[in-house]
């Protein structure tokens, strides 16, 4: 099968899961400033959310331009990564109602861990497909990032139990840390 199938429903997706955030945003009643207050946690963790989305799809992006065909172990390993994406809207809202609590802390980054965990699956599906020589596979290398990701989540789960703002900023700084634009699969398109 060609990528395009692929690459056009998780677009489709990921801006159903977007639009499904935003929507879960309450329109406060008032017509004061004062009267965003409430809703300000929840806007934080619509932020966060977006951010990671935002940076879910330019990798997906760049990802799928290694790509020619796709197998079957590809589209189960991109509809994995999928279904951990769905799951951010509800763990966003929990959060942001809760006001970052230990547990809705917690739930988020398991949902991020997995999302990390299903992206990296879908890398070595693709590579698996390619071979060992791919393109794919020079330009991820050991892929320091993706696993550094993986061990951050973990222990922003941790923390959550312990101090769920410190929890909070380990998130922010994997997003930080992806916001910085990857140009490894760039770089190995330009090189041939």
């Given at each position: 099968?060609?990528?395009?199938?692929?690459?056009?429903?998780?677009?489709?997706v990921?801006?159903?899961?977007?639009?499904i955030m935003?929507?879960?945003?309450?329109?406060?009643?008032?017509?004061?400033?004062?009267?965003?207050?409430?809703?300000?946690?929840?806007?934080l963790?619509?932020i966060?959310?977006?951010?990671f989305?935002?940076?879910?799809?330019?990798?997906?992006h760049?990802?799928?331009?290694?790509?020619?065909?796709?197998?079957?172990?590809?589209?189960w390993?991109?509809?994995?990564l999928?279904?951990?994406?769905?799951?951010?809207?509800?763990a966003?809202?929990?959060?942001?109602?809760?006001?970052?609590?230990?547990?809705?802390?917690?739930?988020?980054?398991?949902?991020?861990?997995g999302?990390?965990?299903?992206?990296?699956?879908?890398?070595?599906?693709?590579?698996?497909?390619?071979?060992?020589?791919?393109l794919?596979k020079?330009?991820?290398?050991?892929?320091f990032k993706?696993?550094?990701?993986?061990i951050?989540?973990?222990?922003?789960?941790?923390?959550?139990?312990?101090?769920?703002w410190?929890?909070?900023?380990?998130?922010?700084?994997?997003?930080?840390?992806?916001?910085?634009?990857?140009?490894r699969?760039?770089k190995?398109?330009?090189?041939?």
């Amino acid at each position: 099968m060609k990528k395009n199938r692929l690459e056009a429903f998780s677009d489709g997706v990921l801006a159903i899961i977007i639009t499904i955030m935003v929507l879960e945003m309450k329109v406060p009643h008032g017509e004061d400033f004062h009267a965003l207050e409430p809703i300000i946690p929840v806007f934080l963790s619509y932020i966060l959310s977006f951010v990671f989305l935002a940076i879910y799809w330019n990798n997906h992006h760049h990802l799928m331009q290694t790509v020619d065909k796709v197998s079957g172990g590809v589209l189960w390993a991109n509809m994995h990564l999928l279904f951990w994406l769905s799951l951010v809207p509800f763990a966003t809202g929990w959060m942001g109602e809760n006001g970052f609590a230990p547990n809705p802390v917690a739930l988020y980054g398991i949902v991020l861990l997995g999302a990390g965990l299903a992206y990296f699956i879908l890398v070595r599906q693709i590579i698996a497909r390619q071979g060992e020589g791919s393109l794919l596979k020079r330009a991820v290398g050991k892929d320091f990032k993706g696993k550094i990701s993986v061990i951050a989540y973990t222990l922003g789960i941790a923390l959550s139990f312990l101090n769920q703002w410190v929890a909070g900023a380990v998130y922010v700084l994997v997003a930080l840390m992806w916001l910085i634009p990857d140009k490894r699969i760039e770089k190995a398109l330009e090189e041939g």
